[in-house]
């Protein structure tokens, strides 16, 4: 009896699904994963570059957020890999370089072929920020410090494996010095909070959150984990500029997916409105009020970006 | 009377140090030994303290908790039947408001006093699970826009 | 003084309509299980979009503080607390509202809360400079010694034998471990596919308090049993100011320790209520009577959550550093509009940041208004029969913890972790120490790896946990309070356990 009403069910959501499913998709409302808390950067921007989501022009659907957050983003993608539903309704949020990371990493049970990109949305590259009144003023100052007291020199960031972490193990690779990285269980906001208490001598953070902090100010920024300054902190040089050679692998990209399974028709149909979705005036005027730098790729970018970093992160991850 | 809580207290609380055990055992075997040194302390203090209720309750020291008797057991298991197979079979296979339907008319059938025989009875179960589930979709379906899983119905 | 001069706008229509509506849908949200204060923030950052940022802001102040004290309402009625600030609601609350005082309970709670609100958010105009250096101060270090504090309530909480309380809180600790670990990634004690994202603390405390509370139902048959012809007892609202007002030292204890402890980023919101509840027991001559529907421990449990709300907010609005996730989300509200907490909001928008203050304040004598309004409806759902109970509280949870994660391992969860506690409840085990050790546990780990972590980079591990005013001052309670739990289990032991332990075991003793 049971095997019957499952195989009855079974049968009928083929039919519905199969007929529908390229023409009419979406019918209801689609959920999007993030695997960071209520309230971080990823969750936040996630909510504004989604709300338009209802309009006509765009997926006609409402996109709702689903938040699961712990372990620097290793339970939603676990869960996302293993567990979601790959009927199109189920979305979730990637940041690179975290998951690629934790991935080679392992003891997870995700990689990058687990997941098919739709599109990029936002870049927020790593900054180093130390208290405002901090006697560091540079780079240079900050690993002259490091080189005198070997493993002495304590800096936060969101958690291991995540963006912060790889700036953090680039950084000590490019000066050849000893830090101590204090991974923080709180994320971006609970390692800015350790630098503004003194907690630690410094930190990595998000740009956006940084630019936030120095507004408010509590914190001086030194540098920026990128290949080139960026415009919401022209003022700020590059770890490039002050003779580290640093790349950009630790920028901290954000964008949407869906899990591998999902049926090609919707991935294109996502894959060509998603991109002008996230492209929307409205989108753009609350992106940039927030602080949160935009970056829209689409998903034959976003792949090509997967790979590259798949192979920095590996050579990287090597040396350990 | 006096014994058959005695024996309850006695796998009771052998469950539990047993899970302590357990878990003390997972905790000091694997590795890193970094991640899992919080559950070794956590543990330890775990063991101890289900050891010291376990050797109590053998003694017939335990003063508190009555356990079951044993016509609340056998009140008990019907309605924790059902809701066993509710949660964790029907929802998800069902569909959450399916399930809800048939498992609130059931236990509103097994344990409200009314007598079985009048058709008043029966119209009022009906009518009572009725609007639940009608309060319960316009809650998270409509207002919290919650998506659970749905087979057959809604 | 400055906040009195934008009190005007508060009152304009449209601003007004927003508390309004952010007041009624938030104790409508707060009362539903499953959401705690933060989904119900994040639920309505949307519909700000659209509005200015002072009537968004004023929108979402009003339902934080409203989710808050709405929580209480589904603790009394259902044994459900909606959010763990609002778990040791139940202990007290839920008792007077089986014996038909729930209306007494509400009313009580509404006014706690109001009283403790207003405190709180008063505390957060005045000495919010003061108050940013204080919730600084607490490093990993003092977090952790914190959260042992916490552990060490654990023993006298709710339980009659201090032994199986602090077993109970084992559990909760070994329970928290599951998943997951924070810092380093390490998969621990994943043997079934529901816990492998660890174990949902919301989930878990609607299985904790609610399943028990059906399963006990069933056990009653088909009796027809008391809630039939329970007479609710009506409640005049001049008593119930009267009875909070004349529970003093209740009140100022809940509404101290909400405050206090409501400011330390990270850990306040959660265990305010619990901590401010044990330490009124404590300190009460009436300490027997706790648990059994008393007053007190209602007023100082709810007058601690909502005292919490004002203070917590002051890391974020000084500092811009977001102290819980329900302050995070508040953080989004500001930033879509490109508002930066910090000197920026008061300097530059201080239409914004008094307007949103304002409406805290006013949304506190809202909230407590509607509340004393249908508490005396509400409590009505005591007159619910049995079997109608079981079922909509049954359903209530499974559709309540499905709709935190969208997740059915949390319902799974949710409905093991209620079955076995019932059964140990049966046997002395009680579910409030779980639940406590459930949340410190992350709490106290955490912070002592990184606190060993900077230790070790810097000092020593001793000097870093054991040197320090902080510190010291923290650790000389945690002693404190286990000479306390330690002398109160031996008096216990001399005397007979509590009056309930005497009236259940009538047949041994």
Same mark, same amino acid.
Request: charged share 10%.
């Given at each position: 009896m049971k095997n019957l009403i499952a195989s009855a069910a079974m049968a009928l959501t083929a039919l519905a699904g199969g007929a529908l499913a390229d023409d009419n998709y979406p019918e209801r409302p689609i959920m999007l994963m993030v695997s960071y808390g209520a309230g971080g950067a990823t969750d936040f921007q996630a909510r504004i570059v989604t709300m338009t989501a209802g309009n006509e022009d765009a997926l006609g659907m409402p996109i709702a957020i689903i938040n699961k957050p712990g372990a620097g983003g290793r339970v939603g993608w676990n869960w996302f890999a293993g567990q979601a539903e790959s009927d199109g309704y189920t979305l979730g949020a990637y940041n690179i370089p975290h998951f690629i990371a934790q991935s080679i990493e392992g003891g997870v049970s995700y990689s990058a072929d687990s997941f098919e990109p739709i599109a990029n949305w936002g870049a927020d590259p790593a900054v180093f920020v130390v208290a405002a009144d901090s006697e560091f003023n540079s780079m240079n100052d900050v690993v002259d410090y490091a080189a005198a007291n070997p493993g002495k020199l304590t800096f936060s960031g969101a958690g291991l494996f995540v963006g912060h972490h790889i700036a953090a193990l680039q950084l000590e690779k490019a000066a050849g010095v000893k830090l101590a990285y204090i991974p923080n269980n709180q994320g971006g906001a609970g390692a800015m909070k350790a630098v503004i208490a003194r907690e630690v001598l410094g930190g990595v953070n998000n740009l956006s959150d940084a630019f936030r902090a120095r507004e408010a100010g509590n914190v001086k920024i030194l540098g920026v984990f990128d290949l080139e300054r960026n415009d919401f902190l022209p003022d700020v040089p590059t770890l490039k500029e002050q003779g580290f050679d640093i790349d950009n692998s630790s920028v901290n990209f954000r964008g949407v997916m869906v899990p591998k399974g999902t049926p090609q028709p919707i991935i294109d149909k996502l894959a060509e409105v998603v991109p002008t979705m996230f492209a929307n005036g409205r989108v753009a005027s609350r992106m940039k009020a927030g602080g949160s730098p935009m970056h829209i790729m689409t998903r034959d970018e976003v792949i090509e970006m997967w790979k590259a970093r798949e192979v920095a992160l590996t050579e990287l991850l090597a040396g350990l | 009377m006096t014994d058959l809580p005695r024996v309850q207290h006695v796998i009771a609380s052998g469950l539990v140090a047993a899970v302590g055990v357990s878990v003390a055992y997972i905790s000091y075997t694997r590795e890193p030994a970094a991640a899992f040194l919080f559950p070794r302390i956590i543990s330890t203090v775990f063991v101890v303290l289900a050891l010291w209720t376990f050797g109590k309750a053998l003694l017939g020291q335990t003063k508190i908790g009555n356990g079951l008797d044993l016509e609340a057991m056998i009140n008990i298991a019907p309605g924790l039947a059902v809701s066993l197979i509710f949660v964790f079979w029907a929802a998800q296979t069902l569909g959450f408001y399916t399930a809800s339907t048939i498992a609130s008319f059931v236990l509103l059938s097994l344990y409200d006093p009314a007598p079985h025989r009048e058709l008043k009875t029966w119209i009022k179960r009906i009518l009572i699970t009725a609007g639940f589930l009608v309060v319960m979709y316009g809650l998270f379906a409509r207002l919290l826009s919650v998506f659970t899983p749905r087979e057959i119905f809604f | 003084?400055?906040?009195?001069?934008?009190?005007?706008?508060? @009152?304009?229509?449209? =601003?007004?309509?927003?508390?309004?509506?952010?007041?009624?849908?938030?104790?409508?949200?707060?009362?539903?299980?499953?959401?705690?204060?933060?989904?119900?923030?994040?639920?309505?950052?949307?519909?700000?979009?659209?509005?200015?940022?002072?009537?968004?802001?004023?929108?979402?102040?009003?339902?934080?503080?409203?989710?808050?004290?709405?929580?209480?309402?589904?603790?009394?009625?259902?044994?459900?607390?909606?959010?763990?600030?609002?778990?040791?609601?139940?202990?007290?609350?839920?008792?007077?509202?089986?014996?038909? $005082?729930?209306?007494?309970?509400?009313?009580?709670?509404?006014?706690?809360?109001?009283?403790?609100?207003?405190?709180?958010?008063?505390?957060?105009?005045?000495?919010?400079? +003061?108050?940013?250096?204080?919730?600084?101060?607490?490093?990993? *270090?003092?977090?952790?010694?914190?959260?042992?504090?916490?552990?060490?309530?654990?023993?006298?909480?709710?339980?009659?034998? +201090?032994?199986?309380?602090?077993?109970?809180?084992?559990?909760?600790?070994?329970?928290?471990?599951?998943?997951?670990?924070?810092?380093?990634?390490?998969?621990? @004690?994943?043997?079934?596919?529901?816990?492998?994202?660890?174990?949902?603390?919301?989930?878990?405390?609607?299985?904790?308090?609610?399943?028990?509370?059906?399963?006990?139902?069933?056990?009653?048959?088909?009796?027809?049993?008391?809630?039939?012809?329970?007479?609710?007892?009506?409640?005049?609202?001049?008593?119930?100011?009267?009875?909070?007002?004349?529970?003093?030292?209740?009140?100022?204890? %809940?509404?101290?320790?909400?405050?206090?402890?409501?400011?330390?980023?990270?850990?306040?919101? $959660?265990?305010?209520?619990?901590?401010?509840?044990?330490?009124?027991?404590?300190?009460?001559?009436?300490?027997?009577? @706790?648990?059994?529907?008393?007053?007190?421990? +209602?007023?100082?449990?709810?007058?601690?959550?909502?005292?919490?709300?004002?203070?917590?907010?002051?890391?974020?609005l000084t500092l811009s550093i977001?102290?819980?996730?329900?302050?995070?989300?508040?953080?989004?509200?500001?930033?879509?509009? %490109?508002?930066?907490?910090?000197?920026?909001?008061?300097?530059?928008?201080?239409?914004?940041?008094?307007?949103?203050? =304002? *409406?805290?304040?006013?949304?506190?004598?809202?909230?407590?208004?509607?509340?004393?309004?249908?508490?005396?409806?509400?409590?009505?759902?005591?007159?619910?029969?049995?079997?109608?109970?079981?079922?909509?509280?049954? %359903?209530?949870?499974?559709?309540?913890?499905?709709?935190?994660?969208? !997740?059915?391992?949390?319902?799974?969860?949710?409905?093991?972790?209620?079955?076995?506690?019932?059964?140990?409840?049966?046997?002395?085990?009680?579910?409030?120490?779980?639940?406590? %050790?459930?949340?410190?546990?992350?709490?106290?780990?955490?912070?002592?790896?990184?606190? !060993?972590?900077?230790?070790?980079?810097?000092? !020593?591990?001793?000097?870093?946990?054991?040197?320090?005013?902080?510190?010291?001052?923290?650790?000389?309670?945690?002693?404190?309070?286990?000479?306390?739990?330690?002398?109160?289990?031996?008096?216990?032991?001399?005397?007979?356990?509590?009056?309930?332990?005497?009236?259940?075991?009538?047949?041994?003793?």
């Open positions: - | - | 003084m400055e906040f009195l001069a934008y009190f005007g706008e508060v @009152f304009t229509p449209i =601003n007004f309509g927003l508390l309004l509506i952010g007041t009624i849908g938030g104790l409508l949200l707060g009362a539903t299980p499953g959401l705690s204060p933060t989904m119900a923030v994040a639920l309505l950052i949307p519909f700000t979009f659209k509005l200015e940022p002072a009537q968004g802001l004023i929108l979402l102040g009003a339902a934080y503080t409203s989710t808050v004290a709405g929580g209480a309402v589904s603790a009394i009625l259902l044994k459900i607390p909606g959010a763990p600030a609002n778990i040791a609601t139940t202990l007290d609350g839920h008792t007077m509202a089986k014996k038909g $005082q729930g209306a007494r309970a509400l009313q009580l709670s509404f006014l706690a809360s109001a009283v403790g609100g207003v405190f709180g958010v008063l505390l957060l105009i005045f000495l919010t400079p +003061v108050l940013a250096q204080w919730a600084l101060a607490f490093g990993p *270090s003092h977090l952790f010694w914190l959260a042992i504090l916490g552990v060490t309530v654990i023993g006298t909480l709710d339980s009659s034998s +201090v032994v199986k309380g602090l077993l109970s809180g084992c559990i909760g600790l070994w329970l928290a471990t599951i998943g997951f670990d924070d810092i380093m990634g390490a998969q621990r @004690f994943i043997f079934h596919d529901a816990v492998s994202g660890g174990i949902n603390v919301i989930a878990a405390l609607i299985g904790l308090f609610a399943i028990p509370q059906v399963i006990g139902m069933f056990a009653n048959g088909r009796r027809p049993l008391g809630a039939e012809i329970l007479t609710v007892e009506s409640h005049p609202i001049s008593k119930a100011f009267g009875e909070v007002f004349s529970r003093l030292r209740a009140l100022s204890i %809940g509404t101290a320790t909400g405050s206090i402890i409501g400011l330390i980023p990270g850990v306040g919101g $959660q265990i305010a209520g619990l901590v401010a509840y044990d330490q009124s027991k404590k300190m009460s001559p009436e300490r027997d009577k @706790f648990g059994t529907g008393h007053s007190e421990g +209602v007023i100082a449990a709810e007058s601690a959550n909502n005292a919490m709300v004002g203070p917590s907010l002051v890391p974020l977001p102290g819980s996730p329900t302050a995070a989300v508040l953080l989004g509200g500001l930033l879509i509009h %490109g508002i930066f907490p910090g000197s920026d909001l008061f300097d530059n928008h201080p239409d914004v940041a008094w307007t949103f203050i =304002n *409406s805290m304040l006013i949304g506190q004598v809202l909230m407590c208004i509607f509340g004393l309004y249908v508490a005396g409806l509400a409590a009505r759902v005591a007159q619910v029969p049995n079997a109608v109970m079981a079922a909509v509280v049954l %359903g209530l949870a499974v559709f309540g913890s499905y709709s935190v994660q969208h !997740s059915m391992g949390d319902v799974y969860v949710m409905a093991a972790l209620g079955t076995g506690m019932y059964f140990l409840e049966r046997f002395g085990f009680s579910a409030a120490p779980l639940v406590l %050790g459930l949340i410190l546990g992350p709490i106290a780990e955490a912070n002592f790896v990184q606190g !060993s972590m900077i230790a070790n980079a810097t000092s !020593s591990i001793g000097s870093y946990f054991f040197t320090g005013p902080l510190n010291l001052a923290l650790i000389a309670t945690v002693v404190a309070s286990i000479g306390y739990s330690v002398w109160l289990e031996l008096r216990h032991r001399r005397h007979t356990a509590k009056e309930e332990a005497v009236a259940k075991n009538e047949a041994t003793s």
